[in-house]
């Protein structure tokens, strides 16, 4: 398919919390927007007293997000009992509605180990009232480590195509230490599902490492086109990253003809840190909405979202 070369303008950054709700201290990380006619809703991660994350969200003018209408007062869901996947934290990745009129938000679980910092899993709420209220369809996750997948998933696109339920999702290949930082190493994976909740795992890698110094690669987001599909996504160094501007997480892009074989091709994907500011030493987290003629890429910015997020737009392509 043809390469989309087309550069993004950006706009400036949206929103960070002011820090005056224990339950959002910090953060407004992995931006994923809902378009409901009129308005937007746009759900984040944002962190508690105790750096827990939990989703939120606020609402816009469609095609307005600059114009903050409402910011909602408390998180979506409760953590896990003690001893489950989600009891240490929650983030959003991705909202589709089924043909039955139920909305399925896949989400992160986190929770911490001994040997390791951290162990992610992907669960699902779901609700039935149009998003009035989010209920756990389970206790336990959808996706988790499994015996050819023994380290964790995180991040998770999914779409719905003539019946069949895609998903685009994170998958740890290890930890790797270096002095005393112990850091995960993950791509991108491919999955599919009849339904939604049963998917058929077959170990296909979408995006892979470029090389040996690469160490996360997540956070994919697609765009269908008529001749294929484009995909964003980060990417960082194995080391150094939470620190370093060099080796910290920058926006990928890759173009496919079937969504499952993908060819990186990252210098087209039209974004880059700024020369300084909110978003001069990492951008990540990137999420993909067309809205008419303007095609929005929703991101975050320096410190994994601590600087909130904000977007770039461009000129839609014609259909």
């Given at each position: 398919m043809q390469t989309s070369n087309r550069?993004?303008?950006?706009?400036?950054q949206i929103y960070v919390p002011a820090g005056d709700k224990?339950?959002?201290?910090s953060h407004a990380q992995l931006p994923l927007v809902q378009q409901r006619e009129n308005r937007w809703r746009i759900y984040f991660a944002t962190r508690n007293d105790a750096g827990q994350s939990n989703i939120s969200f606020l609402e816009t003018p469609a095609g307005n997000p600059f114009d903050i209408l409402t910011i909602h007062d408390g998180v979506l869901l409760p953590f896990?009992?003690?001893?489950?996947?989600d009891e240490s934290g929650i983030m959003p990745l991705s909202l589709v509605r089924a043909e039955n009129g139920r909305w399925h938000l896949y989400y992160a679980g986190w929770?911490?180990?001994?040997?390791?910092?951290?162990h992610n899993s992907i669960g699902l709420a779901v609700s039935d009232d149009d998003c009035r209220s989010f209920r756990k369809l389970y206790q336990g996750p959808l996706l988790d480590a499994r015996r050819d997948e023994p380290f964790f998933t995180g991040t998770a696109h999914v779409r719905i195509e003539n019946g069949l339920w895609r998903m685009w999702y994170q998958s740890c290949t290890g930890w790797v230490k270096q002095g005393q930082a112990i850091e995960?190493?993950?791509h991108i994976k491919y999955a599919e599902s009849n339904d939604g909740i049963e998917w058929k795992r077959e170990g296909i890698v979408a995006i892979d490492y470029r090389d040996q110094e690469e160490g996360g690669i997540c956070s994919a987001t697609i765009n269908a086109r008529s001749d294929g599909y484009e995909m964003w996504y980060c990417h960082r160094n194995a080391f150094d990253y939470r620190t370093n501007p060099r080796n910290s997480y920058r926006i990928g892009y890759a173009t496919s003809r079937d969504g499952i074989a993908w060819q990186r091709q990252d210098s087209q994907?039209?974004?880059?840190?700024s020369p300084e500011g909110w978003d001069s030493t990492m951008i990540a987290y990137p999420h993909f909405v067309r809205d008419r003629d303007t095609d929005y890429l929703f991101y975050n910015g320096n410190g994994f979202g601590a600087s909130g997020f904000g977007v770039a737009t461009r000129?839609?392509?014609?259909k």
């Open positions: 550069q993004w303008q950006k706009q400036g224990p339950w959002s201290r896990g009992e003690l001893g489950t996947f929770t911490q180990r001994k040997t390791i910092p951290y995960p190493l993950y994907a039209g974004i880059d840190v000129a839609g392509e014609r």
